[in-house]
């Protein structure tokens, strides 16, 4: 069933205007400042939904990793950059990504409608988090890519072939 045209805009544009009563000196900015307190219940509640990523962070240290719908801070990004991760904040609102940027808190950010995205999209999109978080440009070459296929009844990856990759990664260019 197709969505109707049209319907989704004013949530996106509520979306990402959602966190601009939230900046510093705003109406909201004493909410905002308490996702930054670390000793809050919304901080343990947090922390015990972030637990279930530690065996990852273990297993694979300073990987690369893209949050979304991160546009509180980014505060997923900075958990997973505490515990030895790259990680690129993206969300809707860039209102908070910005204040945090501008305050040391993250390294960088993308103003991203993740439910816009197209593959090919969120492909360079993941790319491009990657050479953010890297400091250099990378090809399909330094790349392997594989995606979940949810139409088997064992969700398998499967890999992207490098031409299909190259075919991704040069249509955005």
């Known amino acids: 069933m197709g969505r109707e045209p049209g319907l989704a805009e004013p949530s996106y544009l509520a979306r990402e205007r959602g966190?601009?009563?939230?900046?510093s000196g705003s109406g909201r900015a004493?909410?905002?400042?308490?996702?930054?307190?670390g000793g809050s219940v919304n901080s343990w509640r947090f922390e015990r939904m972030y637990r279930v990523a530690l065996p990852l962070l273990e297993a694979y240290p300073g990987a690369q990793w893209l949050t979304v719908g991160d546009g509180r801070y980014?505060?997923?990004?900075?958990?997973?950059?505490?515990?030895?991760?790259?990680?690129?904040?993206?969300?809707?609102?860039?209102?908070?990504?910005?204040?945090?940027k501008q305050r040391g808190l993250i390294p960088d950010y993308r103003k991203e409608n993740a439910e816009a995205l197209s593959f090919a999209d969120a492909v360079r999109l993941g790319v491009r988090a990657l050479m953010v978080t890297q400091n250099k440009?990378?090809?399909?070459?330094?790349?392997?890519?594989?995606?979940?296929?949810?139409?088997?009844e064992r969700r398998k990856f499967r890999r992207i072939p490098p031409e299909v990759l190259h075919q991704?990664?040069?249509d955005g260019r």
Do not use: F, P, Q
Not at 19 to 23: A, E, G, L, T, V
Not at 76 to 100: C, F, K, P, Q
Not at 137 to 152: N, Q
């Open 19 to 23: 966190y601009d009563d939230c900046r």
């Open 30 to 37: 004493s909410l905002a400042a308490a996702w930054l307190d």
């Open 74 to 100: 980014g505060l997923d990004a900075m958990y997973l950059r505490r515990h030895g991760a790259h990680a690129l904040a993206t969300d809707i609102s860039d209102t908070l990504l910005a204040e945090a």
């Open 137 to 152: 440009t990378l090809t399909e070459r330094d790349l392997e890519v594989a995606v979940l296929d949810r139409e088997k």
């Open 168 to 170: 991704l990664l040069s």
